[in-house]
Each structure stands twice: as C-alpha cells, then as structure tokens.
C-alpha cells in the first residue's frame, strides 16, 4: 500500500479503477480505513472498489489516526480532515472529483464541500452520521477517555491501545490509540506530553467536532452556499438519524434525496445509485 506525506503525516492510501475521480471518506467513525470500504455495512455486499472502479477511479485511504496512517496530537475538526483530503488529491495531481462519504466520512465531504467547493465535482453522501443519539453517544465516548486517562495516565492509555487499538473499539484509549498500536515512537512522545494539555486538546477536538444534534461538518450557510450537485442516502439508526439526512436536504441547493427506506436498501441499488449519479454529472 502506497504513503503520501500530506500535512507532515503519512497517510496510506489505494487507487483502484479507472474515469473521474473519486475521493472515498471511509465509513466508521474514527476507524475510518480503507477496509470499511469492503467489511461494513452494505459495503460488505459488494465488491465495492472493483464495482465502482468500472466507472470512477476510486481513491481511498486510513485517515489520520486511523489504520495504518499516522497521527498528530492536535485539536482535531473537519476542516482539518478536509484540507488534508484536499492534500491527498494534490498528492496525485488531481484537481478535481467526486466525493463520496459514507457515515461520519459524510462530515468530512461536506467540509471539503464547503472548504474546497471548485475541487468538488459532486457530493455522493451515504448515510450521513448525525441527532441527538450521535452526539450525546460520541461525547460520551470522550468522557470515558478522560476518566481513565485520570485515573490511570498516559502510560496506561498506550497500554490498553495495544490491546484493542481504535477509539470506536475502546473509548478508553482516545482518539490517537490506532498510532499508539502500531508507531514506538509516537507513543514515547506521547507518554511524555504534558498530560493537562493533552486532555484540553481531547476536549476542544470533541467540542469542535460533535457541536450539534444534526449532521456536522460545516455551518447551514456554507451548506445553502454550495453550487454542488448532491446525493443523499439516508440511514436511520441511533448514529445515523434520518433527521441529518433531511437537514443536508433542506440545506444544500442541488440535492438528490434518496427516500428510501433502509429495508430496501441494498448493494445494487446504492451501487446504481452512485454509478448514475457520477454518469449524470461528469
């Protein structure tokens, strides 16, 4: 698998297939890999890059903190993720593609949406992550991490990484875990950080990404101002509410709501949903 430095972090990434790009934001929270693409969900019906890759030339990689990618301590926020998809297009030398999100890789799409709106060919957006349910749950998830980083310290938050790595697998372990599983060095520098600051980042990185009961990402006005064709493919379940489906609906100018009911959503009709949206606007 090749790496790409973008912002000073080795991001591994795979190309597959081959006509108009498309920048793939990997369901799963923040075990946000490559694999989601071919393990979660209806992803696992199909095979999705080899599907996909007769129409698009499919660009998917682990985001930072997820993976095999590497990792930064810093306040995290979607414009952050975005800039540096943004980073792994210029990587490849593409201006322009498509960007397709699934779950909380949605929040990401739309940032790029609205941070890199000439770069952004079309939105493709799969079960959009949002509600009330999400952020509370997404919170919580954080106040387990500084509990145990309380009570135990930095040192044992590398420890239980290595044991079940990912903050969607073990909120405990924060959200640098997957890095500290698998990079000695990170987690040196991570153990010898000062362990109040380190807690202030985590805190601004949940405040600044879970800021509200519907689908996050960018602000409602830069949503209304996007001059972007939109498809929008609902979930319905605690993380993905059909409230944050609605509200890209209600927001972006040039959407394309699939109302469909998650019963009747399958392999092959997301994949021909995907397939003749990217034929109808390239």
Known sequence: MPNATINGIEIAYETHGSGPPLLMLAP??????????????????????????QHFTCIAYDRREAGSSGGRVEPLSWGLYADEAAGLLDHLNIDQAFVLGGCMGCSVGIAFGARHPERTQGLLLHWPVGGFNWKVTARGRFLQHRDFVAAKGLQAVVDIAHEKPGFWAEPKGGLWSAVLAHDDAFARRF??????RYMAISDVSARTLFDRDTAPGCEPEELRAMKIPALIIPGDDPAHATSAAHYLRECLPQPEFWNIAVADQDAGTIAKGLIDFGAAHS
């Open 28 to 53: 799963g929270g923040f075990d946000s890999t490559i694999d989601k693409f071919r393990t979660a969900g209806v992803w696992s019906k199909m095979d999705t890059f080899g599907v996909l890759g």
């Open 191 to 196: 153990v010898a950080q000062d362990a109040d």
